[in-house]
């Protein structure tokens, strides 16, 4: 499975988890492969040996075996490190970089929702309430609009649970300077950058008794 | 089974011409933008123009010709528009091209360009417009791989609908303000950008490569074909002079140099090839905040006579292979987060450098990475007046 995954082979990928699967492997091992070949992913990309052709490749492998994985998940078996709501904002319909988030996060042991592409403020808000996310993450390429997250931000506040969630936004257009303008918590350049800061950010929210 | 023709723009397809889509009071705002253009634009020694192609040939100019990306968007929302209209409808398109370029003093104009979509609806991916984003894929047109582009005909490009109103609006500016200035082409190109980001997406086009490289090379030798009388007839149609060829997809950071070589750098080549009886200036380019220095020698081995790139490619590499080879740079010079949360001292400072650095001997002209909608006009201005400052010939660093 590890080699597949390096290697983005999402058929191989998909075929070696479901014979894990049959051979009773348990779910925390087979966890614990993806998200150490997605590890090893990010260091070869750090160290310029992947290419984000690699990384989109590699990270629809993962998307794929934790999608045959996670109905065999059973929750008290799995401690997760945080929740996480995630979606591309409103009036952007890019998916790629969230889907390589998302498939690190999964890896890095989170529980994420996604919600997908082209996403108002207040679907981030309801569904954060819902699960009772530690983080709120958004995505944006376009220039028009990243003020998208702006409203995010607002939005939590309006429901009065902007101090119980961290805020993390990423994608081309935005940068630290421009979460620290909107009042975001953290800002990521890339998937694996996303996965430290995630967990950086529910340590602070845990180490001030937050949820 | 033939390819399901999807017509993005159905509401035009009565209309053969842009001038039936104006009305008496747009004919009368575009005449009078047009005319406060045409002030402008002869208000100076050399026309747009002629300090273009005086540039691009390194012939004596006043001085570097210089124009901001991607205003419009600005003007969009100053005008209330929203992205449904600006590419569902060719007028306000252009009526928002036109005011840019007034507002912001642009020597480089744009015309109405429905992105990807004069590439794909003859193959049937479809299209949704949205009113706060660009038109999003609702459909492939391809679904198992590259079969389907080996063993079927391909379809015309001249079908498209898309493409027709990227050609009628291309020569209603030109009959206008062809005199002073080229509304030019940047154009998508290239069989692996085309097949990853037009006809399958990327996720699974990455895939097929990926398990069938040599059916990718079949089908990237009968779309390279494809598009090559795509690129003839929109050059015989419109009588363009400068064409910039971008495929953002080859950036050294996103794919591997064997994929490079492979699938990319063969199609560049002959694409240079296969066009090189066309007039005029073929760019190799690049979008985006990436870095095309390691590709720079191939791209001048090319053949392609001109360089579109910015920060971080290196200038001073483009700068040296400009005057070792007569390549022409088009330099995306001031990128976007400069221009978003600079100083208009700071801008004026790093445009003096570039200038510094490229301008000497010509070749060269400073533009900018898109300018955001919060971009600050005070930052959008200030480029013009520093090349108006540094720019000029002879260049007070010379």
Redesign the interface.
């Known amino acids: 499975m590890r080699e597949s995954l390096l290697s983005g082979d999402k058929d191989e990928a998909r075929e070696t988890v479901i014979h894990a699967l049959n051979k009773k492997v348990a779910i925390k091992e087979i966890l614990s492969i993806i998200a150490n070949a997605m590890d090893e992913v990010g260091e070869k990309f750090q160290n310029k040996e992947y290419y984000l052709t690699d990384l989109i490749m590699s990270g629809a492998a993962a998307e794929e075996v934790i999608g045959v994985v996670t109905p065999y998940i059973k929750t008290e078996e799995i401690k997760y490190t945080g929740n996480v709501v995630i979606g591309t904002v409103e009036g952007d319909i890019h998916d790629l970089g969230k889907t390589l988030v998302i498939a690190m996060l999964n890896s890095a042991g989170f529980r994420v929702y996604d919600l997908g592409v082209d996403v108002p403020a207040s679907k981030y808000v309801e569904k954060a309430k819902e699960v009772r996310a530690d983080i709120v993450a958004s995505s944006a390429l376009l220039t028009t609009t990243k003020d998208r997250m702006k409203d995010i931000e607002e939005e939590l506040v309006r429901a009065g649970i902007r101090d119980k969630v961290k805020t993390l936004i990423g994608g081309a257009t935005v940068s630290a300077e421009y979460a620290r303008e909107i009042g975001a918590d953290g800002y990521a350049k890339d998937a694996f950058e996303a996965v430290a800061v995630a967990k950086s950010l529910v340590n602070k929210l845990r180490s001030k008794g937050g949820a | 089974m033939p390819w399901e023709y999807f017509n993005p723009l159905p509401h035009l397809s009565k209309y053969t011409s842009f001038e039936q889509l104006l009305s008496k009071k747009d004919k009368e705002e575009i005449d009078n933008l047009c005319k406060k253009i045409r002030e402008m634009w002869t208000s100076e020694p050399m026309k747009p123009i002629e300090r273009l192609v005086g540039s691009i040939m390194g012939m004596e100019i006043d001085r570097v010709p210089c124009t901001v990306f991607?205003p419009m968007?600005k003007t969009l929302?100053e005008i209330g528009g929203n992205?449904i209209d600006y590419y569902k409808n060719p007028v306000l398109n252009i009526k928002t091209a036109l005011l840019t370029i007034l507002k912001y003093n642009l020597e480089v104009g744009a015309a109405y360009n429905p992105i990807d979509m004069n590439q794909s609806d003859v193959f049937g991916t479809k299209w949704e417009f949205?009113?706060?984003?660009?038109p999003?894929v609702t459909e492939w047109a391809v679904k198992e791989g590259f079969r389907e582009i080996i063993e079927k005909d391909l379809p015309d490009p001249r079908k498209s609908e898309a493409l027709k109103w990227q050609i009628e609006t291309t020569n209603f500016l030109n009959k206008k303000l062809g005199d002073l200035n080229s509304f030019a082409f940047v154009y998508a190109v290239g069989p692996y950008y085309m097949y990853n980001s037009c006809l399958r997406g990327?996720?699974h086009g990455?895939?097929d490569i990926?398990k069938n490289p040599e059916l990718a090379v079949k089908a990237f030798d009968k779309l390279h074909d494809y598009i090559v009388d795509l690129l003839r007839y929109l050059m015989e149609k419109t009588n363009t002079p400068s064409w910039t060829l971008v495929d953002s997809l080859t950036s050294p950071?996103?794919?591997?140099p064997h994929?490079y070589e492979k699938f990319c750098a063969p199609y560049q080549k002959r694409l240079v090839e296969d066009l090189a009886p066309a007039p005029g200036t073929i760019a190799g380019g690049g979008q985006?905040?990436t870095d095309f220095t390691p590709l720079l020698d191939r791209f001048a081995e090319m053949g392609f006579t001109g360089f579109m790139f910015g920060p971080p490619t290196d200038l001073r590499k483009m700068k040296k292979i400009s005057d070792e080879k007569g390549i022409y740079i088009m330099h995306w010079a001031v990128p976007?987060?400069m221009m978003r949360?600079g100083t208009p001292q700071q801008i004026e400072a790093y445009v003096k450098e570039c200038i510094k650095i490229a301008a000497p001997r010509k070749r060269y002209m400073l533009g900018s990475d898109?300018a955001?909608?919060?971009t600050p006009d005070e930052n959008v201005h200030i480029i013009k007046q520093s090349v108006l400052k540094y720019g000029k010939y002879p260049l007070q660093f010379e």
């Open positions: 991607g968007f929302r992205f949205l009113e706060n984003s660009l999003k990327p996720k990455f895939y990926k950071s996103f794919t591997p994929w985006g905040q976007a987060p949360y898109l955001d909608h919060d």
